[in-house]
T-cell receptor
């Protein structure tokens, strides 16, 4: 099946700094990628939909200036958490939609962000 | 409103026994339904999907799910549970637009922790 990778798998940063998380589709081209946030023992919350070559679509309540998304190529989307605060600590998961199998999303392994 | 409900936070089952993880949905039109499994500190792994056709869908690792339109349910089942099946299971439905078309967004349930005792 299709493989999606994320880097880094975990990161610790200081409050006020910015962190970039990469999401790559390894064996297919993804015109659409999704970014989710998951709190402990909770479900996934969709943050934004990332479309290659255009601006991301953010869900209600998600600050676009804080969570910058760039989808510059068909295999790479990045999420930058700007001016991170401890409340941004979470598990961030990306997924990519393979247009060849249009109904499925393939998920990355996730990135654990801890802001101290 | 479009939603997915997983009524059980946790399901406990003995190894070798059959298991069922429940899911009900609310979406207009014909639903596209999915089950995913998540192991600790990992992303989601696709198990199976229902798009159309046979109501009984077979997926990975011996799991299957039955689509029941009248009960708006899509329960996940396995005839004989393994300890290695212990994980967090998510049911999801693909969202619908107001005019009836499908979106790319997945709406997830809150997850059910499956614990299989040896």
């Amino acid at each position: 099946g299709a493989v999606v990778s994320q880097h880094p798998s975990w990161v610790i940063c200081k409050s006020g700094t910015s962190v970039k998380i990469e999401c790559r589709s390894l064996d297919f081209q993804a015109t659409t990628m999704f970014w989710y946030r998951q709190f402990p023992k909770q479900s996934l919350m969709l943050m934004a939909t990332s479309n290659e070559g255009s601006k991301a679509t953010y869900e209600q309540g998600v600050e676009k200036d804080k969570f910058l998304i760039n989808h510059a190529s068909l295999t790479l989307s990045t999420l930058t958490v700007t001016s991170a605060h401890p409340e941004d600590s979470s598990f961030y998961i990306c997924s990519a939609r393979d247009p060849e199998t249009s109904y499925e999303q393939y998920f990355g392994p996730g990135t654990r962000l801890t802001v101290t | 409103a479009q939603s997915v409900a997983q009524p059980e936070d946790q399901v406990n089952v003995a190894e070798g026994n059959p298991l069922t993880v429940k899911c009900t949905y609310s979406v207009s039109g014909n639903p596209y339904l999915f089950w995913y499994v998540q192991y600790p500190n990992r992303g989601l792994q696709f198990l199976l999907k229902y798009i159309t056709g046979d109501n009984l869908v077979k997926g990975s690792y011996g799991f299957e799910a039955e689509f029941n339109k009248s009960q708006t349910s899509f329960h996940l089942k396995k005839p004989s549970a393994l300890v290695s099946d212990s994980a967090l299971y998510f049911c999801a439905v693909r969202g619908r637009l107001n005019y009836g078309g499908a979106t790319n967004k997945l709406i997830f349930g809150t997850g059910t922790l499956l614990a299989v005792q040896p």
